[in-house]
């Protein structure tokens, strides 16, 4: 009487290759371990493409720390390392319009992303009279340049309807405009969507009202969809440009993305001093990727492999 042998099968990496019947070493990529014309063409390609990428930002770092920097010889490596450029952008006060980013960029921020979860929940959850037309609304804002809402948006500005209150020259009047986007929507309507029913009707079986389904069962299942539009979202605010400048009464209300452009027309002012800034500007946006590429990456595949 025969038994069945088992084999031990090793755990074997995600991105490990695998050999297949005839012998030949596959990788998701393509890649294989000889050396060769395609093995090289491919490691090229990469170089070059990484190089194209990552060159902006290393021009930028050795810009900053280099006290001959020039707009017309901006070199990869700085000539005279010094922190000199960091003293002429402080003295010009980017500390000051860099916190008004910030303060503007985390208010707007999670106002957007709490409009976003309860609109979504309301359009994916529940079933009303005018939801199609609810949420092509939302999606129509995406499809209007700025430029084309900037005067009518001053104007509600200057004078909120009802309340007949201006805001200019707060930063409620730049957060307030930024706390409803139809991409966040969108995505978040999308995401809750296929959440399966079962869970929300064994919840309401067990007695679990809105704020509770929302809160401890919905919003838990979203994470990933949460990180996608944090990420987003706060890219979409911090880089604001002409909002900022809309609101602002002064000089001293401007934010970090408005003040470097000013600060390229100051005489004074070198390019290495400006890419200093540019520099301040870089960190806070990739400190919010690095953070919350995990949940981005889950979020997308999780919206690639439904259906």
């Known amino acids: 009487m025969t038994t069945p042998t088992t084999q031990a099968v090793r755990p074997r990496s995600r991105f490990a290759g695998s050999r297949t019947d005839s012998g030949r070493f596959e990788t998701a990529l393509g890649w294989t371990p000889r050396l060769g014309p395609a093995l090289v063409l491919r490691v090229a390609l990469c170089a070059l493409i990484l190089f194209v990428f990552a060159a902006p930002f290393v021009v930028i770092l050795s810009g900053a720390f280099d006290a001959d920097a020039r707009a017309t010889s901006l070199s990869l490596f700085p000539g005279d390392t010094t922190l000199q450029n960091f003293e002429v952008a402080d003295s010009r006060n980017i500390w000051g319009y860099f916190t008004n980013s910030l303060v503007i960029a985390g208010g707007g921020l999670l106002l957007q992303m709490t409009v976003s979860v309860l609109a979504a929940y309301a359009l994916a959850r529940r079933r009303f009279r005018g939801q199609a037309l609810v949420m092509s609304l939302f999606l129509l804002t995406m499809m209007l340049p700025e430029e084309v809402i900037a005067v009518p948006l001053s104007l509600v500005i200057g004078d909120l309807p009802v309340l007949h209150v201006s805001l200019k020259g707060t930063m409620l009047g ?132 439904k259906g």
């Open 174 to 305: 730049v957060v307030l405009p930024v706390g409803i986007w139809g991409f966040s929507i969108l995505v978040m309507t999308e995401f809750m969507r296929e959440i399966p029913a079962e869970i929300e009707e064994a919840a309401r079986l067990d007695g679990v009202g809105e704020f509770r389904m929302l809160w401890q069962i919905v919003l838990p299942l979203c994470r990933p969809a949460l990180g996608v539009i944090g990420i987003f979202g706060f890219l979409m605010i911090w880089d604001q440009y002409l909002l900022p400048l809309i609101v602002a009464n002064d000089p001293g209300d401007y934010t970090l993305t408005v003040a470097l452009s000013v600060m390229r027309t100051d005489p004074v002012v070198g390019p290495g001093a400006l890419l200093a800034g540019a520099l301040i500007a870089l960190v806070p946006s990739l400190t919010v990727y690095f953070c919350l590429q995990s949940s981005m990456i889950r979020g997308i595949s999780a919206g690639a492999t």
